[in-house]
């Protein structure tokens, strides 16, 4: 699987952009600034990630691990 960085947030199956504070990342390995600008999530946005984590685990549980 290969993702490409947006600065956006996954929130379920969609994406959304953060409504907080803007900052960059920095690649690791090259120590340079990534070129997208991510934003922070709000409070609402943090919760709507935690009650959207709590509903799918109980099925994501049942999965075999080599299919997580």
Do not use: I, N
């Not at 969609?14 to 934003?39: D, N």
């Not at 799918?56 to 299919?67: E, G, H, L, S, T």
């Amino acid at each position: 699987v290969t993702t490409s960085l947006t600065g956006r947030q996954l929130l379920g199956f969609r994406e959304e952009t953060g409504q907080g504070s803007s900052f960059t990342a920095v690649a690791p390995a090259q120590q340079q600034p990534l070129p997208e600008t991510f934003r922070q999530a709000t409070p609402a946005q943090a919760d709507k990630a935690a009650r959207l984590a709590a509903r799918a685990f109980p099925q994501y549980a049942k999965r075999p691990p080599a299919d997580r």
